[in-house]
T-cell receptor
C-alpha cells in the first residue's frame, strides 16, 4: 500500500516570492510521482510527473519538482509565484507494477494562496 | 477536442432520492474512475473500471453504484444509502488501468438537503 503526506495544508506567500510545497510518500514498491493543480470548482490538471530518469522534473507554469529517493520526497517549487498560481495542489503516487491492486493515491492537498 | 465531460456542474437533490452523475470521455481510454472530494480530505476512490462491462470497488464504494456499458461512458449513481452524499465528484480516465497518468473532468458538485 502507498501513502502520501503533504506536510502543509496551507501556504500563504507574497507575489513574486519563491515557494516550496512539500510531499513525502511511503511505498513498498517503486512508484510514479505526480503533482496536480486544482483551481476553485474545477477538475485536476497535471502539473508534472516523474516516471524515470532525471530526478529534476519541469512542468507547466514554471513549476519544477525534485525526486529524492532516499528521503522519499517529491517537493514542488517555483522561483517566483503569480497571483494566478493561487490554487490547491495535490501530490499523488502510482505503483509502477501493474496489477489488480494498483491505485493512484493522493495527498490531502496544499492550498497555495498568493497575496499581492 | 478530446476530453472528459461531466454534467451537470451543480446538482441539488432531496434526501432519500437516488441521483445519477454523468461522465463521458472521447479519449478512447479503456479505464475510468470516480473520486469523491471533501474539504481537507484529498481525493478518495469510489469505483473504477478497467474495461467495458467490468468495474471494481474503490475505498469508499458503499452507497454508490456504477455501470460501464460503453467505453465512453461511466455513470455514477449516488443512492439513498449513502449517508453523507454532499460532496464534489470527479471523474477521470487513463489509457489503461495502471497507466501512469489520469485525466480529470471538471467535476460535479452535489448538494443533498
Amino acid at each position: 500500500a502507498q501513502s502520501v503526506t503533504q506536510l502543509d495544508s496551507q501556504v500563504p506567500v507574497f507575489e513574486e516570492a519563491p515557494v516550496e510545497l512539500r510531499c513525502n510518500y511511503s511505498s513498498s514498491v517503486s512508484v510514479y510521482l505526480f503533482w496536480y493543480v486544482q483551481y476553485p470548482n474545477q477538475g485536476l490538471q497535471l502539473l508534472l510527473k516523474y516516471l524515470s530518469g532525471s530526478t529534476l522534473v519541469k512542468g507547466i507554469n514554471g513549476f519544477e519538482a525534485e525526486f529524492n529517493k532516499s528521503q522519499t520526497s517529491f517537493h514542488l517549487r517555483k522561483p517566483s509565484v503569480h497571483l494566478s498560481d493561487t490554487a490547491e495542489y495535490f501530490c499523488a503516487v502510482n505503483p509502477t507494477l501493474r496489477g489488480s491492486n494498483y491505485k493512484l493515491t493522493f495527498g490531502k492537498g496544499t492550498l497555495l494562496t498568493v497575496n499581492p | 477536442d478530446g476530453g472528459i465531460t461531466q454534467s451537470p456542474k451543480y446538482l441539488f437533490r432531496k434526501e432519500g432520492q437516488n441521483v445519477t452523475l454523468s461522465c463521458e470521455q472521447n479519449l478512447n481510454h479503456d479505464a475510468m474512475y470516480w473520486y469523491r472530494q471533501d474539504p481537507g480530505q484529498g481525493l478518495r476512490l469510489i469505483y473504477y473500471s478497467q474495461i467495458v462491462n467490468d468495474f471494481q470497488k474503490g475505498d469508499i464504494a458503499e452507497g454508490y453504484s456504477v455501470s460501464r456499458e460503453k467505453k465512453e461512458s461511466f455513470p455514477l449513481t449516488v443512492t439513498s444509502a449513502q449517508k453523507n452524499p454532499t460532496a464534489f465528484y470527479l471523474c477521470a480516465s487513463s489509457i489503461q488501468a495502471g497507466a501512469s497518468e489520469q485525466y480529470f473532468g471538471p467535476g460535479t458538485r452535489l448538494t443533498v438537503t
